[in-house]
């Protein structure tokens, strides 16, 4: 299964980065900007998937810094 990165809100207040599959958090944030800047760096360093949540949870953002196995033809 592909890596994922999410930005998350954080029940306690701020915003979360994290691993879809792990228990811990990579960085706790005041702010969605710096999650998502954070977050960004992350997914392209691991060549994974960004998903960004909204404060209701439905993802707002979604991008692939991954290997396309079907890359756009041009």
Do not use: C
Request: proline residues 7%; positive net charge; hydrophobic residues 30%.
């Amino acid at each position: 299964m592909a890596d994922q990165v999410w930005v998350s809100p954080n029940p306690d207040g701020g915003w979360r980065v994290h691993n879809a599959w792990s228990q811990r958090d990579s960085a706790h944030t005041d702010t969605k900007a710096e999650a998502m800047s954070r977050a960004r760096e992350i997914a392209q360093n691991k060549w994974a998937e960004l998903k960004v949540q909204n404060k209701d949870g439905k993802i707002s953002i979604s991008n692939s810094y991954g290997k396309d196995p079907f890359p756009p033809r041009g």
